[in-house]
C-alpha cells in the first residue's frame, strides 16, 4: 500500500540557517510527489511538486526539493530560514486515479531569531 | 483564477447534533473536490471524494457523509456528531482529468464537539 512518512514531528532551526525537511514514500509506480505548507489555522499552500522530468524541483518561497527514487525520498531544503517559514510541512503521494493523495503525517517548523 | 471557499471558519456544537459543513469553488468546471479531516497533531485524513454531481466516494467508515447538489458545491454532513468528530476539515479541489494532479486547499473549519 501507498505510505508516505516524515521521520521528524519536530524540527527548530536558527534564523538564516540551512534547512531539510525528511520525506520517504512507499510507492510501487512512478510517483507524484508533492510538498505543501500549512500556517497555524490556515489551509494547505502548495509548495512544489515533481511529476517527471528534472529530480529536483523549485518551488515558491526559495523552496526546492529533491526526488530520489533509489531512496524512495522526496526531501525539502532552503538555504537560508526565515522566521515567517515556521509552519507545519506535509509531503504527499499521488496514489492513483481521481487524484487521490497520501499525506504523510506533518513536520512542525520552528524558527529561533 | 479559481478560488475554494469554506463555511463556517469555526464551529463549537454539541454531542448529538447535526453538522452542515460547505466548501464551493469558483472559476472552474467539474472539478474534482475532497474533503480531509485534521485530528489534532496528526496529518490529513482522505474522508470523502466527488468527480461530478451526485457521485460521492467514502475512503473510510464514519459517521459522516457528503454530497455534492451542485457542480461546485461540496457538503459534509452529520446527524449526529460524536467527541471524535473534531478536528480541522479541509475542502479540496483538482482538476477534472484522471490520474493524479495537485490539489488546491480551502481556508478549513475548525470544529469542535463538546
Known amino acids: 500500500a501507498q505510505s508516505v512518512t516524515q521521520p521528524d514531528i519536530h524540527i527548530t532551526v536558527s534564523e538564516g540557517a540551512s534547512l531539510e525537511l525528511r520525506c520517504n514514500y512507499s510507492y510501487g509506480a512512478t510517483p507524484y510527489l508533492f510538498w505543501y505548507v500549512q500556517s497555524p489555522g490556515q489551509g494547505l499552500q502548495l509548495l512544489l511538486k515533481y511529476f517527471s522530468g528534472d529530480t529536483l524541483v523549485q518551488g515558491i518561497k526559495g523552496f526546492e526539493a529533491e526526488f530520489k527514487r533509489s531512496q524512495s525520498s522526496f526531501n525539502l531544503r532552503k538555504p537560508s530560514v526565515h522566521w515567517s517559514d515556521a509552519a507545519e510541512y506535509f509531503c504527499a503521494v499521488g496514489a492513483g486515479g481521481y487524484n487521490k493523495l497520501i499525506f504523510g503525517a506533518g513536520t512542525r517548523l520552528a524558527v529561533h531569531p | 483564477s479559481q478560488t475554494i471557499h469554506q463555511w463556517p471558519a469555526t464551529l463549537v456544537q454539541p454531542v448529538g447534533s447535526p453538522l452542515s459543513l460547505e466548501c464551493t469553488v469558483e472559476g472552474t468546471s467539474n472539478p474534482n473536490l475532497y474533503w480531509y479531516r485534521q485530528a489534532a497533531g496528526r496529518g490529513l485524513q482522505l474522508l470523502f471524494y466527488?468527480?461530478?454531481?451526485?457521485?460521492i466516494s467514502s475512503e473510510v467508515p464514519q459517521n459522516l457523509s457528503a454530497s455534492r447538489p451542485q457542480d461546485r458545491q461540496f457538503i459534509l454532513s452529520s446527524k449526529k456528531l460524536l467527541l471524535s468528530d473534531s478536528g480541522f476539515y479541509l475542502c479540496?479541489?483538482?482538476?477534472?482529468?484522471?490520474?493524479?494532479?495537485?490539489?488546491?486547499f480551502g481556508p478549513g473549519t475548525r470544529l469542535t464537539v463538546l
Open positions: 466527488s468527480v461530478g454531481i451526485g457521485q
Open positions: 479540496a479541489w483538482s482538476p477534472p482529468k484522471g490520474g493524479t494532479d495537485t490539489q488546491y
